[in-house]
């Protein structure tokens, strides 16, 4: 039996071992800051009575405060994300508010200096406010998400990559576009490109990933791969580093299945009315991957590593390559310079130390001027 | 962990000045405990990482009336139990979920043993004790330390009485404490010790 005594007027008597309960409750309140001063007190008294629990006290107010550590560095992407999708989402809703009540800024602060200035969008005000009200309780943000598109453009001489939602990596060349819905990965897989991008897919039995070309549709499961469809090209180019890959011809519908190391060559040109079936196979051609003996480099997705390869290209194509890479425009003005080959590597290289190297194998003079280049015969 | 003031604070910039980065700071300190307090419910991560996010893009939407909000700690737990019983609802069928199936996980904290004067194998006992609470023990544990809620949040926010809440802290409390004196077994020269 102990005696509490508190202040000179409240005693009372406590057995230890009854109240054993107790002191661990008045702890537990302490730590999560929940005592109040009476019971503070108490606490005090009895753990100056029960030294053991008074150590584990001090042991347990420590771990209490040691809070785990946590990953800021997920955080911040997720925050990134997170406004990313609040300003589609906002997009959405000023375009709907515009569509409805004209054209009205749907931001408060705005709205604030309005109410400030007109009577008359007070009223507007109220109607909005009403309305968006109305349709936060119809619609989920779910809903939202599913008419969005997300859209991602490179201009000439800038290239980009990105991860998709899905953990899918992608890297844009320059000078291309490619867009996806928001709701990517939901049940599909499903992206648009226009110009240049390499894959590296995640693995998804259940969610075949789709790419849709202007020419193409390219459906796999899980590998690398390389795109080229630039409508200013001849060609539109899949080339497959590894797994496998389906492509659907959207012309005429025929069916291709790449093995690693192959690349397909899909002509961007109408098919002519003319053509029979079996000369339609001019339409396509199935070849290796070009590989830089030197250094084993694979020239269709040498892009990636930030090189530019070309590998017994015209001066034609090769020109249009630069021209995305260095975000420059080259006008070639001579018919038989367009149709010279050259094989090379460009990586840290100016545009101009670049023609310069082309030169030692072709004569011809080039002048830049404000980006736009011209080449002719010397 | 923001206390009350700070959140008191970031909530009322959020909602008079439509701060983002005030937005982001409150985001950013809660996202990891309300994705774990939602996959104890939905038993599922991406889904908690879906949950927690739509929980914040209400609170975006909704930010001019957010300084009404009085115990904001509180206004986030529940809705991001509300959002994941919807979930739940929507694709499992299942309207409520029962305190004794919720698996609330307690990441381990990396205590310090220097920091604290233990031994490292009684900081493994700890941290061992602590993993192995009772469920309804280690979510009412948890909720109270790592996520600071006080003792009437979590009353409401789990539907229990305040008196289950203080029984339950004395098990967990009773145990990490008989794993810290398990060290004296071996070392009983602790009264060294200041």
Known sequence: MVLVEFGNSAVLIYDMDQNNEHIWKLMGRKLSGDATKEELAELEFLLLKNPDENYSMEILADLWNSKPELKSHYAENKY????????????????????????????????????????????????????????????????????????????????????????????????????????????????????????????????????????????????????????????????????????????????????????????????????TPDTSRNIFELSRLSIMPKDNTIVETSWVNNKLVFRAETFEEVAHKMERWYGVVIVIADEKLKSEKFTGIFEKETISQALNALQITTSFSFSINNGNILIYKK | MLNQDEIRVLQLKIAENNDDHAFGQLYMSFIHNLQQFANSIIKNHELAEEIVSDVFIKIWQNRAKLGKIENFRLYLYISTKNTSLNYLSRHFRKKTISLDEMALNIPATGYNPENLMITSEAVKKIEFEIQNLPLRCRIIFKLAKDDGLKYNDIAKLLDISVNTIDNQMAIALKKISSAINFQFQKKPNHSSRG
């Open chain 1, 80 to 275: 990134k994300e997170l406004m990313l999708h609040l300003q589609q989402l906002e997009n959405d809703e000023s375009r709907v508010n515009k569509y409805r009540l004209g054209d009205h800024d749907s931001r408060p602060g705005i709205l604030k200096k309005w109410y400030l200035l007109l009577t008359s969008t007070i009223i507007i005000g109220f109607a909005f406010f009403f309305l968006k009200k109305k349709q936060e309780s119809s619609n989920s943000a779910k809903e939202y998400v599913t008419f969005s598109k997300n859209e991602i453009n490179t201009k000439n001489g800038s290239k980009t990559n990105m991860v998709l939602p899905d953990g899918t990596k992608v890297w844009l060349n320059a000078g291309s576009k490619l867009t996806y819905d928001n709701d990517y990965g939901i049940n599909l897989r499903e992206v648009n490109l226009s110009g240049e991008a390499y894959f590296d897919v995640v693995k998804n039995r259940k969610k075949p990933f789709i790419i849709h070309t202007s020419k193409i549709n390219i459906k796999v499961l899980g590998t690398a791969f390389n795109v080229s469809c630039y409508p200013n090209e001849k060609n539109t180019e899949t080339s497959l580093v590894r797994g496998s890959l389906e492509v659907t011809m959207k012309e005429g519908g025929g069916k291709i299945i790449l093995k690693p190391n192959e690349k397909l060559i899909v002509s961007n040109n109408r098919i002519p009315v003319k053509l």
